[in-house]
C-alpha cells in the first residue's frame, strides 16, 4: 500500500457526497416504491372506511399474515441467490399434517414442532443438493418438491384433522396487549423476530454476503473461492426451515391440518419478495422489503373485506396487476443501472 | 485483368471513443483464398462484419463494391442474399437440432409451409458429401466435435450458394488433424470457385493457403502481399503485423527480483468438453519476488486456460503437473486453496467472471477476503468501508463514493477495483489476465504503475497479454506460448516485438 499512496490524489469526497446519496437510493427504489404504495393505499383505505385508519387493523395485517412473512424471508434468501422455491406452500401443509396428527396421537407439542422443523429444513436441504450436484434447475427440483411434500399430505389423512392440544389451542388464543387497547398475538413476535435475525445473517454476516453475490454474479464469486456450493444448499434449508415455522404458525391460527391448504401460497410469497423490490434474476434486494410486500398483499385482501361487495377473487386480480407493475419498475431500474 | 470480386475502399468505423477501423482498403480476386493477418484487436473482425453487414452500411464510411455492384447491407441476410457468408469464431448452430435441420434453418426446404424432411435430409446429405463429412444428417449437432460443426457450418454456407466465404479464425478451436482437413477444404472449394477470406494469425496456415495477405494494424491496412510476386513470407508478416514504435509511455522501474516464489511444473491441461484437445501441454515456467513476468501467445495458445487451471482449476479437466511455492509443493485445486497459498488471479473477463456488477465498490472489494473483516462470521462495515475508501484514493478509482454500483464504472476504474479486491487479499502471487483490456491510454499507464508497485513491495506478478508493447514495457522476462506449448522464455533485455512473435507462431512438433 504505501508504495503505491503516491498515486494518491487529494480526494473529491465532500462534494460528491450529495450525489451519492442519490445514487445509492436508486438501488433502494424499488422498495421505496413498495413502502409508498403501501401508506398510499392505507391513506385511501381510511379516506373511505373511517374504521380503516386504526391501530389493530395495521396490526392485524401482521397477525393474519405471521406465515407469510416467514415464507417471505425464507423465499427471499432463495431469490436473492438467483434461485426459486416452489414447495414452500405444500411443505406448509405437509408441516400441519404432521403436526395435527401426531398431536392427535397425544405427543408432546414441543417434540411435535421440533420433528416439523426437521422434516421441512431436510426437505430443503435435500432439493439443494439436488439443485447443486446434478445441476438442474431449482424451478424443477422444487415443483418436484413440491409434489412430493403435497402427496405426503394425502397420505396422512384426506380429511381435515382438528388440533384441540393445549399448547396450540392457546397459542391460537393468546393475545399480547400493547399500549392504546391494541394487541397482537405471540406467533407475530415470532415472525419479527426470524425477520429481524434474517436481516442481520443478510447485511452483516460472511454468509449473507456470500449470498448476494452468488445471485449477482455467481461465476465471479466461484472465481474469489466463495463457498458457492455450501450457500446454495443452505438458502433452501433455511427456505425449508422457515415453511416448517410457517406451517406451525398456520396451526396456530387455523388449528387444524388439511391437506388442501396453503394451495398457492408459494406464489403468494413469491409475490411478496418480487413486489418487496428483490430482483428476480438475484444479487439485489432487502427481507424487509418482503415484509411490506407482504402488508401489500395484505391490505389488498383487507380492502375487499371492507367493501364487502367485491368477491375475493378481486384479491388475485389487483395482485396480478401490482406484480406486473412492479416487474415493469424493476426492468426500467435495471436498465439505467446496465 | 479481371474485376476484383470484392473492393472495398476508405473504410472507416468509429465506436464511441475508438476508432476501429480507419480508411482501410481490401481487394479480394475471384477464386483466391486471402488471408488477413493482424494483432488481437487490430480490427481485422470488425472489418469482417462491415462487410457482412453485421453492422449496417450506414453505421461505416466508406465503399463496398462486390461483384462490380455497390452494397449498401443492413443485416447479414442482405449479405447473404448475395452470396457473401460469414462463419464466425463462435459457431452459430443450435445444439440440440439435427445436422441437417441447422444446414436448413432459416432456409428450410418446404411446400406450402410443409417442411419436407425427406428432401431436407437427402440434400443435407449431398452437402456434407461435398465438405467431406462422414456423418448422418439427423444427427444432434451437440454430438459431432467442434472440428466436425465447422465443417458443417461450411455445408449451411454452401447452401445459400455461397460466392464468398468468410472465416474468423477458423481453427482456433480445432486440433490438428481437424485443422489441416479444415485447410484442405478451402483450397477443395477453391477449384470450384469459391472465393475465402480467412482470418488467422497461424502463420503457417497462411502459407499453406492463402494467395494473398492483407494485414491490418491499428485498424489500418498496411499491405496486400501477393502469393505470385513472391511476397507471402513469414519475416514480412511479422514484420507488417508489429512494425509501429513503442509510443505509449510505461513507469520507469528498477526491478528488485529476488527468489523463487512460485514454480509451475510439467502442466497440462485438457479441454473441458472435447477430450481429444490437450490446451496446455506439459508447461513449466517460474516466477520470482519483485519480478513481472510475461506470458504471451496468441488467441488459442492456452495462457488463460493455463491461468485458470492453475488457480483452483477454474478451467479444464485432467489437469496434471505440480506447483510450487517457495520450493515446496503446494496443492491449488480448489481456488479457496489456491488464495490461501496466496494466489490471486484477476481475470481476462471483468464484466462476466470479475465483478459483481450490479454491486457497490466496497463489497466487490471486500469479497474475496471478508475473513480478514469478519469475526465470527459478523461483518464490520465501518472497517469495510475505511478499507475501501483507501483503495479509492490509492488506487485513485474514480467514482463519487465506494458505494457506487461497479457496473457505473469505466473500465478503467473497474479494473481497478479488481485489482483491489486482490490486493486486499495480500497475494503474494498475483496473474493478471489482459489487465488493460478495454481501457483507454490514460487509465493504462495508472494500471502499468500499480503493477510495478506490486513488484516493489516484492510481490510476484505474472501479466497475460495481447499487446507486445505492453510486455515489452512492463515485464522483466517473458515467456511465449504457442498451441498449448512453452515456446520461448526471453529476458527483457534480449526481447522485441519480432523475436516474441517468432517464438508465439512458432509450431512445436
Known amino acids: 500500500m504505501s508504495a503505491l499512496s503516491t498515486l494518491a490524489k487529494p480526494s473529491t469526497r465532500k462534494a460528491t457526497q450529495a450525489r451519492t446519496r442519490l445514487r445509492a437510493s436508486a438501488r433502494y427504489a424499488p422498495t421505496l416504491a413498495t413502502v409508498g404504495l403501501f401508506l398510499a393505499m392505507f391513506a385511501v383505505g381510511s379516506g373511505l372506511y373511517p374504521s380503516f385508519l386504526s391501530g389493530q387493523v395495521f396490526l ?11 415464507l417471505a424471508v425464507g423465499m427471499t434468501f432463495v431469490i436473492l441467490t438467483g434461485g426459486i422455491d416452489l414447495s414452500v406452500g405444500a411443505v406448509v401443509a405437509l408441516s400441519m399434517m404432521v403436526a395435527a396428527t401426531l398431536l392427535q396421537q397425544g405427543w408432546n407439542p414441543a417434540a411435535v414442532i421440533v420433528l ?42 384426506l380429511e381435515s384433522i382438528p388440533v384441540t392440544e393445549g399448547f396450540f389451542t392457546g397459542m391460537a388464543q393468546a393475545q399480547i396487549p400493547l399500549p392504546g387497547e391494541l394487541f397482537i398475538s405471540p406467533g407475530v413476535v415470532l415472525a419479527l423476530l426470524i425477520v429481524a435475525a434474517a436481516f442481520f445473517v443478510l447485511h452483516h454476516t460472511r454468509f449473507g454476503r456470500t449470498v448476494y453475490a452468488i445471485g449477482g454474479n455467481e ?11 455450501g450457500t446454495k444448499i443452505l438458502v433452501y434449508a433455511l427456505s425449508g426451515l422457515c415453511s416448517a415455522i410457517a406451517g406451525i404458525l398456520f396451526s396456530f391460527y387455523s388449528l387444524s391440518g388439511y391437506s388442501l391448504a396453503a394451495q398457492g401460497m408459494e406464489l403468494d410469497a413469491i409475490a411478496a419478495v418480487v413486489i418487496g423490490g428483490t430482483l428476480l434474476t438475484g444479487g439485489t434486494g432487502y427481507v424487509l422489503g418482503s415484509v411490506v410486500g407482504v402488508l401489500v398483499l395484505g391490505i389488498v385482501q383487507t380492502f375487499i373485506a371492507y367493501d364487502g361487495t367485491l368477491s375475493s377473487w378481486w384479491t388475485k386480480i389487483v395482485i396480478g396487476g401490482l406484480l406486473l407493475v412492479f416487474i415493469l419498475l424493476q426492468r426500467l431500474f435495471a436498465r439505467k443501472t446496465a | 485483368m479481371n474485376v476484383p470480386i470484392l473492393q472495398m475502399r476508405g473504410i472507416t468505423k468509429t465506436f464511441p471513443g475508438v476508432k476501429a477501423l480507419q480508411d482501410v482498403t481490401l481487394d479480394v480476386n475471384r477464386g483466391e483464398v486471402h488471408a488477413i493477418c493482424g494483432e488481437n ?230 479441454h473441458p468438453q472435447d477430450h481429444s484437445r490437450t490446451v496446455v501441454h506439459n508447461a513449466s515456467l517460474n516466477v520470482r519476488a519483485g519480478e513481472v513476468v510475461g506470458l504471451a501467445g496468441l488467441m488459442g495458445a492456452g495462457r488463460t486456460e493455463l491461468a485458470m487451471s492453475v488457480f483452483g482449476r477454474s478451467y479444464g479437466r485432467a489437469v496434471s503437473g505440480k506447483v510450487f511455492k517457495y520450493g515446496k509443493e503446494i496443492n491449488t485445486s480448489t481456488v479457496p486453496q489456491a488464495i490461501a497459498h496466496g494466489i490471486a488471479y484477476a481475470t481476462e473477463d471483468r464484466k462476466h467472471y470479475g465483478l459483481n456488477l450490479i454491486e457497490d465498490i466496497k463489497r466487490n472489494i471486500s469479497m474475496a477476503a471478508l475473513s480478514k473483516l469478519a469475526k465470527r462470521g459478523w461483518v464490520d462495515k465501518n472497517r469495510e468501508t475505511a478499507v475501501a475508501n483507501g483503495y479509492r484514493d490509492s488506487m485513485n478509482i474514480k467514482a463519487p463514493a465506494v458505494s457506487a454500483i461497479t457496473g457505473k464504472l469505466s473500465g478503467g476504474n473497474q479494473q481497478k477495483v479488481v485489482l483491489s479486491k486482490w490486493m486486499f487479499s495480500d497475494p503474494d502471487v498475483l496473474i493478471l489476465d489482459e489487465p488493460t483490456r478495454g481501457i483507454d491510454v490514460g487509465a493504462k499507464y495508472e494500471i502499468y504503475t500499480i503493477i510495478a508497485g506490486l513488484a516493489a513491495q516484492g510481490k510476484a506478478v505474472i501479466v497475460i497479454s495481447s499487446e507486445l508493447p505492453e510486455l515489452l514495457g512492463i515485464c522483466d522476462r517473458i515467456y511465449t506460448l504457442s498451441a498449448g506449448h512453452v515456446t520461448g522464455e526471453v529476458p527483457i533485455s534480449e526481447a522485441s516485438q519480432e523475436t516474441l512473435m517468432h517464438y508465439m507462431t512458432q509450431e512445436k512438433e
Open chain 1, 116 to 157: 416439523v422443523l426437521v422434516i421441512g429444513s431436510g426437505l430443503g436441504f435435500l432439493m439443494g443438493l439436488v439443485i447443486q450436484y446434478f445441476d438442474i434447475q431449482p424451478f424443477i427440483v422444487t415443483l418436484a418438491g413440491m409434489f412430493l411434500a403435497r402427496g405426503l399430505c394425502y397420505v396422512i389423512s
Open chain 1, 219 to 229: 461465476h465471479s464469486a466461484m472465481l474469489m473461492g466463495l463457498p458457492v456450493k
Open chain 1, 60 to 70: 392485524n395485517l401482521f397477525i393474519d399474515n405471521t406465515f407469510l412473512i416467514v
Open chain 2, 41 to 270: 484487436g487490430a480490427g481485422k473482425s470488425t472489418l469482417m462484419k462491415v462487410l457482412s453487414g453485421v453492422y449496417a452500411h450506414n453505421t461505416f464510411d466508406g465503399e463496398i463494391r462486390f461483384e462490380d455492384e455497390p452494397c449498401a447491407f443492413s443485416s447479414i441476410s442482405d449479405s447473404e442474399k448475395r452470396g457473401i457468408v460469414i462463419i464466425h469464431q463462435e459457431l452459430a448452430l443450435s445444439p440440440y437440432l439435427s445436422i441437417a435441420e441447422n444446414i436448413f434453418l432459416g432456409n428450410e426446404i418446404a411446400s406450402r409451409g410443409w417442411v419436407d424432411w425427406r428432401k431436407t435430409n437427402l440434400e443435407a446429405a449431398k452437402l456434407l458429401a461435398r465438405v467431406g463429412l462422414d456423418e448422418n444428417p439427423v444427427t444432434p449437432i451437440q454430438h459431432i466435435s467442434v472440428g466436425k460443426q465447422q465443417l458443417v457450418e461450411i455445408a449451411k454456407a454452401l447452401s445459400k450458394k455461397v460466392k464468398l466465404l468468410i472465416l474468423d479464425e477458423p481453427t482456433a478451436a480445432l486440433n490438428d488433424e481437424d485443422s489441416d482437413h479444415l485447410l484442405d477444404l478451402i483450397l477443395h472449394l477453391k477449384g470450384q470457385g469459391v472465393t475465402s477470406i480467412i482470418i488467422s494469425h497461424k502463420l503457417n496456415e497462411i502459407r499453406k493457403v492463402a494467395d494473398a495477405v492483407t494485414i491490418i494494424r491499428d485498424g489500418r491496412s498496411i499491405e496486400t502481399l501477393r502469393l505470385d510476386q513472391g511476397q507471402i513470407t513469414q519475416e514480412r508478416i511479422i514484420r507488417g503485423m508489429v512494425g509501429r514504435d513503442l509510443d505509449s509511455l510505461y513507469p520507469e522501474r528498477t526491478p528488485q527480483i529476488g527468489g523463487e516464489v512460485l514454480r509451475i511444473e510439467g502442466w497440462t491441461v485438457q
